[in-house]
C-alpha cells in the first residue's frame, strides 16, 4: 500500500533506538524527509546513516534533549513546518512512590506530559494551515493498564492521553489527526535495561529472565520495534485521515480487557 505521504517532512524524537528509531526507518521508507532528535549524538548519526543507507531517505540529525526548551528550540529550528511528528521520550524510572520527590514528579511530568504538548502548540497551527498534519505520541500499554513500579510514567503519560482526547476533535476537521500508540513490551535496549536491574534482583541470568518474560506474553514473544514503526507510518498515511484522539495498543495480546 501507498501511505500516500512521500515527500513529506517528519520531526521524530527519541529516534536513534528503540521504537523512536522504528518509526523513523518506516517514514523513510515511504519517501519521507526526517529530522531525528535524540540527546546521545554518536548513537543519532549511527542511526541517521543506517536508515540513509536503507532506504535513500533525506535525514536530519540533531542532538537535543527534547524535554527541555533549549532542545526543542534546535529541533523546531532544524525542522520548522513538519507535517508529522513523532512525540517519544525515554520514560522515568521505576520505583516505589513513597521515594520520589516532587523534582521527580516534575521530571516526569516535564519530559513525558509537557514536552509532547509543547511540541503540538508549536506545530499544530502550521498543519492546520497546510491542510495536513499527522502528530503520534509513543505512551505507553500503562495508560490502560498501570504498572505498580512505574508510577511516574502512569501519571504522565495518562495526563498527556487526557489532554490529547480533547484537542483531536477540534483538529482533525482540517486533517490534522493526533493518536497515541501504546506499546507493551519491546526487545529494546531500555527493555533489557530495566530487565538487568530485576534480573539481578531475583539472583537470575538476563537471558533467562527474558527467556520467561517473552513466554508470558500472549504471542509468545517480545515486539520487534519495526512492527511498531510500520503501525506508526499507517497511523501517519494519508488513508488514516479519520481516526483521531485514539489509543493504539499493540502489546502481543498482554492487555487482558474487552475495550
Not at 521527580?104 to 498534519?133: C, H, Q, S, Y
Not at 513500579?149 to 484537542?167: K, Q
Amino acid at each position: 500500500m501507498d501511505l500516500g505521504i512521500r515527500g513529506k517532512s517528519a520531526l521524530v524524537c527519541a529516534a536513534s533506538k528503540g521504537l523512536g528509531r522504528g518509526c523513523a526507518m518506516s517514514l523513510a521508507r515511504e519517501g519521507v524527509r526526517l529530522t531525528i532528535v535524540a540527546r546521545g549524538l554518536e548513537a543519532l548519526e549511527r542511526t541517521a546513516a543506517e536508515i540513509r543507507a536503507a532506504t535513500g531517505a533525506g535525514v536530519t540529525a540533531v542532538a537535543a534533549d527534547i524535554a527541555t526548551p533549549e532542545g526543542r528550540a534546535a529541533s523546531l529550528a532544524a525542522c520548522p513546518e513538519p507535517d508529522i511528528l513523532v512525540n517519544n521520550a525515554g520514560g522515568p524510572p521505576p520505583g516505589d512512590f513513597r521515594d520520589w520527590t516532587r523534582e521527580d514528579w516534575i521530571r516526569a511530568v516535564d519530559a513525558n506530559m509537557l514536552a509532547p504538548i509543547e511540541m503540538i502548540k508549536a506545530t499544530v497551527d502550521g498543519m492546520i494551515a497546510r491542510g495536513f498534519g499527522r502528530i503520534v505520541n509513543i505512551t505507553s500499554n500503562s495508560v490502560k493498564a498501570p504498572i505498580e513500579e512505574l508510577g511516574l510514567s502512569n501519571a504522565a503519560r495518562s495526563g498527556l492521553t487526557g489532554f490529547v482526547a480533547g484537542i483531536a476533535r477540534k483538529t482533525v476537521r482540517h486533517n490534522v489527526t493526533i493518536n497515541n500508540i501504546l506499546p507493551g513490551q519491546f526487545l529494546t535496549d531500555r527493555l533489557r535495561t530495566r530487565m538487568a536491574v530485576n534480573a539481578q534482583a531475583a539472583g537470575q541470568s538476563l537471558e533467562a529472565l527474558l527467556e520467561a518474560r517473552s513466554r508470558a506474553i500472549p504471542a509468545g514473544r517480545f515486539g520487534d520495534p519495526a512492527e511498531f514503526g510500520d503501525l506508526c507510518a499507517y497511523v501517519c498515511s494519508a488513508q488514516a485521515a479519520f481516526m483521531t484522539g485514539q489509543n493504539f495498543l499493540i502489546d502481543g495480546g498482554t492487555y487482558p480487557g474487552t475495550y
